[in-house]
């Protein structure tokens, strides 16, 4: 049931409602449990604070609270999820002007990134320690992601009949909700929804351990068991120390899998459909670094390309 809401009421209490009438189904619920958590930031910082009295200062300190805490960009994805319940409220006349106007947004000095990715060394090497045995394993789990590139979520939800052996394919066409237990949901994503080519080796070793199993169920979830990232991570975790090479995680084995393809020609096209990118775009802010590095390899071939037309 919504409350009125005037210039009087408290402003995390008119964020909460706009929540719920804006967001609430609208939205995926990982997304959603972001905007809950900047929710619960707003009722920590600001417990008192009346909507009216939402001004460029009383913002600015909010952000200022908040960036004490956080990263530059963490405090910029708060700002941003405030920003337009603030606008709406400013449209219906319960806050005289749009306070974020011009806000600086702030935050901690970023931590020591992890490595995201392995080179090609780095890769086989760790593969090589998988203990791949006749059964299902979370080592066949790390092997899958390291050749498809799936998201970990898509790679829990395949089942044997996505397999297509004969035509060397990979469906992947939902997700497994490992977060809430709900079971099988859509893809992130309409571009999500794609057929990836398997190698040879790949079809010969899955076609015999999928054999026999259950047509429409997860092949890497038991029934009625929790599954955690954090589970699958530590089993990688403890085969990159294993082979001696960085430690990533399993996510870190799709970026890893999209910059060999780059770094072996393939183009940004055919990497982002194979990833399940919604466009381009994406592809080419993800791997911004290993793009740059490729131009500078060109630009050194293109010179030496000319230097021998004399």
Known sequence: MLHTITADSLFYEYYEQWIKVYKEG??????MN???MTLAWLKKLIPDLKLGDMTRITYQQLINDYAELHERQTTMDFHHQIKCAILDAVDEGLI??????KAII?????REKKPKYLNQFELHTMLNSLELTQDISWDWFILLVAKTGMRFSEALALTPKDF?????TLSINKTWDYKCGNGFLPTKNKSSVRKIQMDW???IQFS???K???EDKPIFVKQGKSVYNSTVNGVLERHCKAANVPVITIHGLRHTHASLLLFAGVSIASVARRLGHASMTTTQKTYLHIIQELENKDIDLVMRSLSELC
């Not at 702030?106 to 970023?110: Q, T, V, Y």
């Not at 297509?164 to 060397?168: E, G, L, S, Y």
């Open 26 to 31: 609208a939205i995926r619920n990982v997304t």
């Open 34 to 36: 972001k905007y809950l």
């Open 96 to 101: 005289a002007r749009d306070p974020t106007r």
């Open 106 to 110: 702030k935050g901690k000095a970023p």
């Open 164 to 168: 297509d052996f004969p035509h060397q």
């Open 201 to 203: 080796l790949t079809v």
């Open 208 to 210: 015999g351990l999928v």
């Open 212 to 214: 026999g199993l259950p």
